[in-house]
C-alpha cells in the first residue's frame, strides 16, 4: 500500500458508513467499502473487513437495520439501511464535522505573520 | 435527555445479549466476510485477473480476516466478559495441571477465609446485629451503676418500681424480671419423681416491652400477676419440645408445679431465650408472672428494670428524667426514711450495650488476630505465588510475544488469584459454619446471644469482601512483578540463578519476614491471655471447688407461726444433713440458699453494737443462710466457731462474717487485736448479732475481681431462699449422685430429680468467657505458626532448588555437606531474626489493645516472650532444616548436571 494513504481518524468511518447509507440506500458490507473507496478516489486506507465493526456498532445504536437479501451476482449478502435515528444522528454528525473542518481549514490556513498586529 | 437513555441502555442489552449469541453472531458475520470476499474476488475476475490472482488482492483489501473478527468482537459485545470466560476456563486448566499447588493455596485461604467469617458472625452477632426483639434500640437497661454489693444493689424494689414507671414519660412502658431465681426452682410433677426446672418470674407486661409474640396460646396479661390469680405459665420452645414433646394442644392443659396446679397459657418462639440475653449461658425453662401486689412487695430489691423508650425520646433525655424521678423512688412507701435512697442509682443505658458492651475489647483483639491470620495466609499465597510465577515466567513471555498485552497477562494472574480465592471463601464457609454451628449449641459459655449465632447476609457479603480482597493483595505482588519483567530478558534467561530471581528472592524473603512478625504478635497474644488465665485458675476462691457437688434440695416448712416453720425446717435439714453424711465417701455436708458464683442478695449493714452508724454507708454484704458444716463442705476456712443446731430461734442470733467484712468494721469498733470474733454487731432493724467466727474471704460474683463482704446466717434463725445441698465427697463427686439423691428422695418424696452440680463447674462457667476468647486467639496464634513455617519452607527449598549448581559447585570444590547445611540454616535463621524482632518490637508497641484483657499479667510479660520467641525459633529451625538437610546430601556430579 502506498504511504501516502490517510489512516481514518477515530469514528469518522461511522459517519462515511451512514452517509454512505443516506445517500445509496440499502447497501451490503463489500457494497459500502467499495463505495467509500471510489468517493475518496482510494486515498484513505480502508481495510475493508473493518467496515464490519462499524456495521455492528451502528446497528447495535440502532442507527442502521440489516436484513439478508441476494445481491446483484445472485451472492447471499447481508444489506443495511438507514434509520430515522441515524438519519437524524448524520445531520447532527455532519453539522459538527464540518464546523470542525472549517475551524481547522482556518487554524492551519494562517500566514506565519497573521498573529502580528498590523503596522 | 431520556433519548439518550433509551439509546444507552438499548445499546447496553444489544452488547449484553450479544455476549449470549456470541457463536450465532460469529456465524452469521462469517457468512457476511465469506460473501464480501466473493464479491470481491467476482468483481477482480471481471477486471480480468486470474482467479489466484484476484483472491489474493481481494484478501489484501480486506485485510486480516481474524483481525476484522476479533475488532467485531470487540464493537458489539462486552469484551471483558469473554476475556473473563476464557481466562477463567484457562486458569482452572492450569489448576488443574498443579493440584498440590491449588489444594495447598485453597486450603491456606479456606482456614483464613474460615476463621474471618466465624469471628466476623460472632462480632455481627454480639455487637453489629440488633438484640432480637421490635425495635431493639429503643430498649434500655435501667440500673444503678456497678458496685460491690452484687444483686442487691442493681435492682429495685416494687415500690421504687410503681413510682418510676408512673412518674416518667420518656418511656412506652417499663418492666423488668424478678433478679434472684435460683435454677431448679421449679418442680414439675408429671409422674412419680418431680422433674427440676428453671422459671424467671416477670412482670406481666415484659413481653410487651420487649416485643414478643407467642408461637402459640398468649403470653401474660396484667390481670395474671394480681393476687388471687391462678396460676400460669409460659414455656420456651425449647422445654416444650423437651419436657412435653411438642405437645401442639398443650396451651390450656394445667400441671402440678411447684405444689400448684398451673395452667400452660402459651409457647415462646424458638428464638426468644431469657439466658442468651439477660443471663448468659444460663438455661430457663419456663416463664412466669411476678405478683407485685402479693408477698414480694416487702422482699426489698428485687427487681431489674427494662423500658422502651418512645420513639423519638433519646438516650440523654431518658438519663435526665430517670435522675430526675430516682429521689421520689422509694425502697418501701412504708418506711418513709427509705426514700430517695435511689439518687444517682437510675441509669439507663442501652440494652445492647448492656448485654454486650463488656465484650468489645475482647471482640475488637479476636478480630485483630483473625485480620493477621488473614493477612499471614495472603502473605503464604503471595510466596506460593511467586515461586509458581517463576516457573511460569517463560510461559508468560511466550503468550507476550504471541500478542498477549501486558495488561492481559495481569488479569489472567488476577483472576487465577480470584479462582484460588473463590475456592478458599467455599472453604472458609464451610469450615465457619461449622465453628458457628458447634459455638452455638456451647450452652454452657457465659457469653450472651451464642444462641443466635449463623452464617447470614452480612457474613456472606464479608466473605466475598475478604475472598475478594484477598486475591487483589496476594494476586498483586506476583501480577505486576511477572508483568513488569522485559519479555525478552525472561525468554533469555533460564530463570534459576539470574540477577531477576534473586531480586524476586529478596521480595520474598520480605514476605516471609512480615509472616514471622505476625505469628509472632498473635503468639505474644495468645501467650499473654494463656498466663493470664493460669493466673485466674490460680486465684484463691476462698472455697475448694475440686471433688464438691450441690443438689437443690426440696424441703417444706410451711407453718402457722415463724418459729414452728424455723422449728420445722431445721428439723429436716438436721436429718438430710445426717443421712447424707453418713453415706459412704461422703467427707463433709451443709446447706446454704446461694452458692458462690451463682445469685447473692444484701440484707443491709450490721454494724458493731454500741458504735455510732457514719452518714454514709456501703451498701452491706452479701446474705448466705447456712447450716453447720457449709463452710467445711465448701472448704472455706473459719476461725472461731461454726454455727451448731443448738442456735437455733430461742437462742442469742449469730452470726459469721467474712474477713474483708470484718477489717472493714474493725476500722469503727475498738475490738481487742481488731478480732471480730465474739463481738456484737447491730442489724439494721436493731437485733444483736454475736459474730461467732470469721470466714476465709470468698469469690462470690466472679472468679477475677476482687472478693466482697460475707455474712452467713444460721438457716435455724433465718428464713433461707431455697436450700442447695453441698456435698464434700472423697470419690469423684458424680459417683455419689444416685446414693445422694436416693437418700433424698427416702426423706422427702416430693424431692425433684434435681441435678448434682459439681462446684467446680460454677467456677468452669465464670472462666467460661476468657478460657473462650484465651482458646480461640490461642488456635489464631497456632494456625499463624504454622502458616509461618510453611512460608519459611517454602522459601527456603526455593532458594535451595534455585542454587542447586551453585551448592554443587562449592561441593565439588571442598565444602562439606556440613558446611552447606550450616549456611542453609544461617539464612533461615537469618529470617526468623528479623521476623521476631519486628513482631516484638510491634507487640511491645500495641500493649495497649490487650492490657485490659489481662489479669494480673503485665502486656510486656518477660517469659511470655521468651517464650514466643523459643517457640519461633524452633518453628523456623524445623521448616528451614527440611531443605538444609536435603541441600547437604546434594551429590555435587548430579548437581551438576542438572539444568
Known sequence: MSPEKLDLLQGTLDLMVLQTLAVMGSMHGYGIARRIEQVSADEVLLNQGTIYASLVRLEQRGWIDSSWGVSGNNRKAKFYSITEAGKRKLAVDAAYWGRLTGVMDRVLGMDTDAGKEPA | ?899
Open chain 2, 1 to 899: 435527555m431520556s433519548a439518550i437513555r433509551v439509546s444507552t441502555a438499548r445499546r447496553g442489552m444489544g452488547r449484553f445479549f450479544a455476549f449470549f449469541r456470541g457463536r450465532a453472531m460469529d456465524r452469521e458475520l462469517e457468512a457476511e466476510m465469506a460473501a464480501h470476499l466473493g464479491m470481491a474476488i467476482d468483481e477482480n475476475m471481471e477486471r480480468g485477473m486470474t482467479a489466484v490472482e484476484a483472491r489474493r488482492q481481494a484478501l489484501l483489501r480486506f485485510g486480516g480476516v481474524d483481525q476484522a473478527k476479533n475488532r467485531h468482537r470487540e464493537a458489539r459485545g462486552l469484551m471483558s466478559l469473554e476475556i473473563l470466560m476464557q481466562d477463567l476456563k484457562y486458569t482452572v486448566r492450569t489448576l488443574f495441571r498443579d493440584p498440590g499447588f491449588t489444594i495447598v493455596a485453597v486450603l491456606i485461604l479456606g482456614l483464613g477465609i474460615g476463621a474471618n467469617v466465624a469471628v466476623f458472625s460472632v462480632v455481627n452477632t454480639l455487637m453489629l446485629r440488633p438484640l432480637p426483639f421490635a425495635n431493639a434500640q429503643e430498649l434500655v437497661w435501667i440500673a444503678p451503676p456497678p458496685t460491690k454489693c452484687g444483686l442487691s444493689c442493681a435492682t429495685y424494689s416494687t415500690d421504687a418500681y410503681d413510682e418510676f414507671r408512673v412518674g416518667t414519660r420518656s418511656y412506652q412502658d417499663v418492666t423488668g424480671y424478678f433478679a434472684f431465681s435460683s435454677s431448679g426452682n421449679l418442680a414439675l410433677k408429671k409422674g412419680d419423681v418431680p422433674i427440676a426446672a428453671t422459671s424467671i418470674d416477670v412482670i406481666a407486661n415484659f413481653f410487651d416491652v420487649l416485643g414478643v409474640q407467642p408461637a402459640m396460646g398468649r403470653l401474660f396479661r396484667a390481670e395474671d400477676g394480681r393476687n388471687g390469680a391462678s396460676p400460669v405459665i409460659v414455656l420456651t420452645d425449647a422445654w416444650w419440645r423437651r419436657q412435653f414433646n411438642a405437645d401442639k394442644g398443650i396451651i390450656g392443659k394445667s400441671f402440678d408445679m411447684n405444689g400448684q396446679q398451673t395452667t400452660v397459657i402459651g409457647v415462646l418462639p424458638p428464638n426468644f431465650d431469657f439466658g442468651a440475653v439477660f443471663s448468659p449461658g444460663a438455661k430457663v425453662d419456663a416463664i412466669t408472672p411476678l405478683n407485685l401486689y402479693g408477698p414480694p412487695r416487702d422482699w426489698g430489691n428485687i427487681i431489674t428494670f427494662i423500658g422502651r423508650m418512645k420513639p423519638g425520646v433519646t438516650l440523654a433525655q431518658a438519663r435526665w428524667e430517670a435522675a430526675a424521678v430516682a429521689p421520689r423512688m422509694c425502697w418501701n412507701n412504708k418506711y418513709p426514711d427509705s426514700c430517695g435512697q435511689y439518687k444517682d442509682a437510675v441509669v439507663p443505658v442501652p440494652l445492647k450495650e448492656w448485654v454486650s458492651g463488656r465484650l468489645r475489647n475482647a471482640l475488637s483483639l479476636l478480630w485483630g488476630a483473625v485480620g493477621m491470620i488473614m493477612l499471614i495466609a495472603c502473605v503464604n499465597l503471595s510466596n506460593l505465588l511467586l515461586a509458581r510465577a517463576a516457573a511460569r515466567s517463560k510461559e508468560f513471555a511466550m503468550r507476550g510475544a504471541l500478542g498477549a498485552s501486558r495488561g492481559r497477562i495481569v488479569r489472567q494472574l488476577l483472576t487465577e488469584s480470584l479462582i484460588l480465592s473463590g475456592g478458599g471463601a467455599v472453604v472458609g464457609l464451610m469450615l465457619a459454619s461449622l465453628m458457628l454451628w458447634w459455638l452455638a449449641h456451647q450452652g454452657a459459655i457465659a457469653l450472651p446471644l451464642l444462641n443466635t449465632l449463623r452464617i447470614d447476609g452480612a457474613a456472606l457479603g464479608w466473605t466475598v469482601l475478604i475472598a475478594v480482597g484477598a486475591a487483589l493483595l496476594f494476586g498483586i505482588v506476583p501480577g505486576l512483578r511477572m508483568a513488569g519483567g522485559s519479555l525478552f530478558e525472561t525468554l533469555k534467561n533460564s530463570g534459576a540463578g539470574s540477577g531477576q530471581s534473586r531480586k524476586q528472592e529478596r521480595v520474598r524473603s520480605v514476605l516471609v519476614v512480615v509472616e514471622v512478625a505476625l505469628a509472632c504478635m498473635l503468639l505474644v497474644g495468645a501467650g499473654l491471655l494463656l498466663r493470664s488465665f493460669l493466673h485466674v485458675l490460680n486465684v484463691d476462691l476462698g472455697f475448694q471447688a475440686d471433688r464438691a457437688a450441690a443438689v437443690k434440695v426440696e424441703y417444706d416448712d410451711s407453718a402457722k407461726t415463724e418459729e414452728a416453720s424455723e422449728a420445722k425446717r431445721a428439723n429436716q435439714f438436721q436429718q438430710i444433713l445426717a443421712r447424707v453424711g453418713a453415706i459412704p465417701g461422703v467427707e463433709a455436708v451443709g446447706m446454704t440458699d446461694y452458692l458462690p458464683l451463682t445469685g447473692n442478695r444484701a440484707w443491709g449493714t450490721p454494724f458493731p453494737k454500741g458504735v455510732k452508724r457514719p452518714d454514709k454507708l456501703p451498701t452491706g454484704p452479701l446474705v448466705y443462710v447456712v447450716t453447720p458444716g457449709y463452710l467445711r463442705a465448701m472448704g472455706t476456712g473459719l476461725r472461731g466457731r461454726d454455727f451448731t443446731w443448738a442456735d437455733g430461734p430461742k437462742s442469742q442470733p449469730v452470726v459469721m462474717i467474712n474477713k474483708a467484712y470484718a477489717n472493714f468494721l474493725a476500722n469503727y469498733a475498738h475490738w481487742p487485736n481488731n478480732d471480730a470474733a465474739g463481738q456484737l454487731l447491730t442489724a439494721n432493724g436493731g437485733a444483736d448479732l454475736r459474730v461467732v467466727g470469721v470466714a476465709d474471704d470468698v469469690h462470690e460474683e466472679n472468679t477475677e475481681g476482687e472478693a466482697g463482704w460475707q455474712i452467713y446466717y444460721p438457716a435455724t434463725q433465718a428464713s433461707p431462699s431455697g436450700a442447695q445441698l453441698v456435698v464434700r465427697t472423697t470419690l469423684p463427686p458424680a459417683t455419689l449422685a444416685s446414693s445422694v439423691m436416693r437418700t433424698l428422695r427416702d426423706l422427702n418424696p416430693n424431692q425433684p430429680n434435681a441435678e448434682f452440680r459439681p462446684i467446680k463447674r460454677l467456677v468452669e462457667h465464670a472462666n467460661s468467657g476468657r478460657q473462650f476468647f484465651m482458646m480461640l486467639v490461642g488456635a489464631f496464634a497456632g494456625l499463624g505458626l504454622l502458616l509461618a513455617a510453611l512460608g519459611i519452607y517454602g522459601l527456603i527449598s526455593y532458594s535451595v532448588t534455585r542454587r542447586t549448581q551453585e551448592i554443587g559447585i562449592r561441593m565439588a570444590l571442598g565444602a562439606s555437606g556440613r558446611r552447606v547445611l550450616v549456611d542453609v540454616m544461617g539464612g533461615t535463621m537469618r529470617l526468623a531474626v528479623w521476623g521476631i524482632a519486628l513482631g516484638t518490637a510491634t507487640s511491645l508497641a500495641l500493649t495497649r489493645i490487650i492490657q485490659s484483657m489481662l489479669f494480673e499479667t503485665p502486656p510486656w510479660d518477660v517469659s511470655t516472650y521468651v517464650a514466643v520467641v523459643f517457640v519461633l525459633f524452633v518453628a523456623a529451625a524445623v521448616s528451614g532444616y527440611i531443605p538444609a538437610f536435603r541441600a547437604s546430601r546434594l551429590d555435587a556430579m548430579v548437581a551438576l548436571r542438572t539444568d
